[in-house]
């Protein structure tokens, strides 16, 4: 198992940026996937991106061209850094790691993109 604590979340208006974090309670390297996820109100949880431990990146249609997700296997630490961020954005985003024992959820930060 590994525990992740995500930050970087908060109210920006229309057009701004944020950077998420997400640190690990534990080395990252040898973790396959890791990903960033959100869920709107009345909404799925929906896959915002994912990275594989090689550096390959995934992402949903809607955020591609503006988020980019990286980590950082030294700081054990991943990133989604979100620019041009659109109201329909708002959500809580959640940190996930897939390990073969199963998935591990961080608590969630909020985004809210409000004028």
């Known amino acids: 198992q590994v525990q992740l604590v995500e930050s970087g979340g908060g109210l920006v208006q229309p057009g701004g940026s944020l950077r998420l974090s997400c640190a690990a309670s534990?080395?990252?390297?040898?973790?396959?996937?890791m990903g960033w996820y959100r869920q709107a109100p009345g909404k799925q949880r929906e896959l915002v991106a994912s990275?594989?431990?090689?550096?390959?990146?995934t992402y949903t249609d809607s955020v591609k061209g503006r988020f980019t997700i990286s980590r950082d296997n030294a700081k054990n630490t991943i990133y989604l850094q979100m620019n041009s961020l659109k109201p329909e954005d708002t959500a809580v985003y959640f940190c996930?790691?897939?390990?073969?024992?199963?998935?591990?959820w961080g608590q969630g930060t909020q985004v809210t993109v409000s004028a």
């Open positions: 990275i594989t431990s090689s550096g390959t990146t």
């Open positions: 534990r080395r990252i390297f040898g973790i396959v996937v």
């Open positions: 996930n790691a897939q390990l073969g024992s199963g998935n591990s």
